[in-house]
């Protein structure tokens, strides 16, 4: 623990130094009083960034007007990746010189590489001073930009083929929705437009994946009603999530973690959702039959609990003889470590968790997002044999109040 400790602490540092050397390098030019001032003010930022990181989960309680509270961790979150940033370009200018430093040593006689030949312009090293500056402003400025985009609703509309699909069911029209938190939620009617994006599509079955709240059930108060308005003619069913367990405050005492979950599970009664936990149910239509599985969460990465007992939820079902199985599991590693390994005759299973980190890129040609070096299968539809899991972008957020590059997601799926 104390290397890890150690590690990041000397990333860190590296990153510190390399913006303060650039911050310096860029104002040197001015008059003293203006240098000596933005100096003080670029401190005066750090400081206020590390002081944010500290009291993280203060602030986003806080009782902060919520535009001043999200552009503050926004601002927060896009300096240190602006940092790293900077520290990352500076460290391959180093290494460019290093390897110069080496080749002159072995070539004294060669022409300096270090200035243009025609004398005019910048040193390379300025310059790349300059852009690895610049880098920093954007990722400040991008992640301030993200927090206009959290109420984005994206719908990602999707079709999976499988010969194991009952006929009455080709065609069935599925929404997926994850990841909620509404203890994050600042805007009710924004909220509301996203609920009904997700009934206009008109589906015949709505599932949940998993993590309605940051940690505690009252964050509902105000959603309660928006969320009860998803109806489907086959239904709303729902899974928990690591976070629906409020595993991650304190708590009074047990018992008070544990009424908690139980307010959760009433909440998600009265809006007509059903919630599995480690239990199948039968759907059945014009005469022919398909299984929803749903478990509690189960993951495989970072120390997520294992509360999912999917041995449960499977008891009784190879009985029934129904050839095709959709699972509802909130974590994407399950997938990979337990279900196709051992559950070969689940079909489809429909994850979410990860959030695309909500940060990354989506382009034709590219999908990245930092979240991948975590987790394999991180955002959409994957393949393995004759199983299909699809990942959820999210909902909602957490943590950071913004969306950058991936936007919330509404997932409909038409079998075929």
Not at 33 to 38: I, P, S, V
Not at 53 to 66: C, D
Not at 79 to 105: C, N, P, S, T, Y
Not at 107 to 133: D, E, H, K, Q, Y
């Amino acid at each position: 623990m104390w290397k890890r400790l150690v590690v990041f602490l000397g990333i860190i540092a590296v990153a510190e130094y390399y913006s303060y050397v650039v911050v310096r390098s860029a104002v040197r030019m001015a008059p003293q009083y203006w240098r000596n001032a933005l100096m003080a003010l670029y401190l005066l930022v750090t400081v206020l960034s590390w002081l944010g990181l500290f009291f993280f989960r203060q602030i986003q309680g806080s009782e902060m007007p919520g535009f001043l509270r999200n552009l503050y961790i926004a601002g927060m979150m896009g300096i240190f990746v602006g940092k790293m940033l900077i520290a990352v370009m500076m460290l391959v200018d180093e290494l460019r010189r290093l390897a110069l430093w080496i080749w002159r040593f072995f070539n004294p006689a060669a022409p300096s590489l270090s200035v243009p030949a025609s004398g005019t312009g910048i040193p390379r090293s300025v310059f790349i001073s300059r852009m690895a500056l610049l880098a920093g402003i954007t990722s400040v400025s991008s992640f301030i930009y993200g927090i206009g985009n959290r109420y984005r609703y994206r719908v990602r509309r999707i079709r999976i083929r499988h010969e194991d699909l009952p006929a009455a069911f080709r065609g069935l029209k599925i929404v997926q929705l994850s990841d909620i938190h509404s203890g994050s939620f600042d805007n009710p009617e924004a909220v509301m437009q996203g609920v009904q994006r997700a009934l206009d599509e008109k589906p015949d079955l709505i599932l949940f994946t998993g993590d309605l709240v940051n940690s505690r059930a009252d964050e509902m108060a105000g959603y309660e009603e928006i969320f009860s308005r998803l109806k489907a003619p086959m239904g709303v069913y729902s899974v928990l999530g690591n976070h629906d367990y409020g595993d991650y405050v304190s708590w009074e005492s047990p018992e008070a973690k544990a009424r908690n979950l139980e307010h959760l599970k009433r909440i998600q009664e009265e809006m007509g959702w059903k919630l599995l936990m480690n239990e199948h149910v039968i759907l059945e239509r014009d005469g022919a039959s398909i299984a929803l599985i749903g478990i509690e969460n189960w993951g495989a990465k970072a120390g997520f609990p294992k509360y999912g007992n999917m041995q449960r939820a499977w008891q009784g079902l190879p009985e029934k003889n129904i050839p095709f199985r959709i699972l509802l599991s909130h974590d994407p590693s399950h997938w990979d470590a337990q279900v196709r390994p051992e559950y070969p005759g689940v079909q489809l299973t429909l994850s979410g968790h990860t959030h695309g980190m909500q940060f990354g890129v989506e382009i034709p040609g590219l999908k990245w997002s930092p979240v991948q070096y975590i987790y394999k299968k991180w955002a959409g539809l994957y393949r393995e044999g004759n199983q299909y899991l699809y990942v959820n972008r999210g909902f909602g957020f957490i943590g950071y109040p913004g969306r950058l590059g991936i936007l919330p997601e509404i997932t409909v799926i038409e079998l075929e």
